[in-house]
């Protein structure tokens, strides 16, 4: 059964901000270089949305590819994909540049990287710079600085980015174009895969869909498109995933057409603080509890115990992110620890009488739940 809701959605509010995330699959001709029409698309995308009083910024992939036939073809080795972005990203830009120009609008480029994300004071001037940005209306192209970034160069990252540059500037939509009309119960190629309308952000079926090998959604397949539209959820940001090259494709999701697949945010939204200890910090770790202990931090929101903790990933010291999972794997929460990984070991499982400690492994105003009761 899918999990549609019905063929529309509300459309974003008046005056708050879109982001447009656009990915390299849509930017490319076949041959792997950028498709200039692809670009004109999308500045027009983007134009459609701040004459229609939505201050948007502009998540895009495609340096690499950019700068990829510089070099003779796409590399495969880490520094050669590093080489290809810092050739391909000021190749991207003079062409954003030069459409944006024609369009009546200036663009400002802006590199992220998700260690930067992890400092709360850089993560607060990025917001300020971003929010400064619209208010003099100028267009933000937002990328991953893959020049200097080692781990967090991977394929389908600039979704993740995009759900962070949601919560800093506060949107009222995340719109993901992408390659295809939107999610599906299962891989269109099948012929069995049904278009999925509307979806709410918990849904077992996005789980499902999420583990899945890489489908046609792009290098980043489905799973990175679910995970930013789950991380927009947590701050009460509906996610709209649909395809780039749909005529009227923006025009349509603004009027709260059906277009594409809707994914309806959560009800309560999540502190500044709390937004970022989930998404801009990089878990050092994991913790896995038992289900007491689960419903001790989604039921009474209390802080997590040594007593409830059943297994411990990963080697950290006191101060550390960690992701908190279940016995199952399923990620309820994250937080910063009160000891390290050794002493967790040594405690997890006891009561704060057995340990002369009170076994406070997480405190719960260093946690984030994610999961709603």
């Known amino acids: 059964m899918i999990a549609n809701r019905g063929s529309g959605h509300e459309p974003p509010q008046s005056g708050s901000p879109v982001v447009l995330k656009i990915g390299s699959s849509s930017l490319t001709r076949p041959d792997g270089a950028i498709d200039e029409d692809a670009i004109l698309r999308v500045v027009d995308q983007v134009r459609t949305l701040w004459d229609s009083g939505y201050p948007t910024v502009?998540?895009?992939?495609?340096?690499?590819?950019?700068?990829?036939?510089?070099?003779?073809?796409?590399?495969?080795?880490?520094?050669?994909?590093?080489?290809?972005?810092?050739?391909?990203?000021?190749?991207?830009?003079?062409?954003?540049?030069?459409?944006?120009?024609?369009?009546?609008?200036?663009?400002?480029?802006?590199?992220?990287?998700?260690?930067?994300?992890?400092?709360?004071?850089?993560?607060?001037?990025?917001?300020?710079?971003?929010?400064?940005?619209?208010?003099?209306?100028?267009?933000p192209v937002v990328n991953e600085n893959d020049t200097v970034a080692v781990e967090e160069l991977k394929l389908g990252d600039n979704d993740r980015l995009a759900a962070i540059v949601s919560h800093l500037v506060a949107a009222g939509m995340l719109v993901i174009l992408t390659d295809t009309d939107g999610l599906y119960s299962a891989d269109p190629r099948s012929g069995e895969g049904e278009p999925i309308l509307s979806v709410d952000h918990r849904d077992p079926l996005l789980d499902r869909l999420a583990s899945?090998?890489?489908?046609?959604?792009?290098?980043?397949?489905?799973?990175?498109?679910?995970?930013a539209a789950r991380m927009a959820a947590w701050s009460g940001i509906p996610t709209v995933i649909a395809r780039s090259?749909?005529?009227?494709?923006?025009?349509?999701?603004?009027?709260?057409?059906?277009?594409?697949?809707?994914?309806?945010?959560?009800?309560?939204?999540?502190?500044?603080?709390?937004?970022?200890?989930?998404?801009?910090?990089?878990?050092?770790?994991?913790?896995?509890?038992?289900?007491?202990?689960?419903?001790?931090?989604?039921?009474?929101?209390?802080?997590?115990?040594?007593?409830g903790v059943t297994r411990v990933r990963g080697e950290f010291m006191a101060g550390a992110a960690?992701?908190?999972?279940?016995?199952?794997?399923?990620?309820?929460?994250?937080?910063?620890?009160?000891?390290?990984?050794?002493?967790?070991?040594?405690?997890?499982?006891?009561?704060?009488?057995?340990?002369?400690?009170?076994?406070?492994?997480v405190h719960r105003d260093r946690l984030v739940v994610l999961v709603e009761a």
């Open 58 to 139: 502009l998540v895009s992939s495609g340096a690499v590819a950019a700068g990829s036939p510089i070099l003779g073809g796409r590399p495969t080795d880490m520094t050669g994909l590093q080489v290809a972005a810092a050739v391909g990203q000021t190749l991207l830009m003079a062409q954003y540049s030069k459409a944006f120009a024609r369009a009546g609008r200036t663009v400002g480029q802006v590199l992220i990287t998700l260690d930067i994300l992890s400092r709360r004071s850089q993560y607060l001037h990025a917001r300020g710079a971003l929010e400064r940005m619209l208010a003099a209306g100028i267009v």
């Open 212 to 227: 899945a090998p890489p489908g046609p959604m792009g290098s980043g397949g489905v799973a990175t498109k679910i995970e």
């Open 245 to 307: 090259t749909r005529s009227g494709v923006v025009s349509s999701i603004i009027r709260g057409e059906g277009t594409g697949t809707f994914v309806e945010p959560g009800r309560a939204r999540l502190s500044a603080r709390k937004l970022w200890l989930a998404f801009g910090q990089q878990p050092d770790g994991m913790v896995e509890i038992d289900d007491g202990a689960v419903r001790a931090l989604v039921k009474r929101g209390g802080s997590l115990l040594s007593v």
């Open 322 to 361: 960690v992701e908190v999972r279940d016995t199952r794997g399923i990620l309820v929460g994250k937080g910063l620890v009160s000891a390290g990984s050794s002493d967790i070991r040594r405690w997890m499982g006891k009561r704060s009488a057995d340990i002369g400690w009170d076994g406070e492994v």
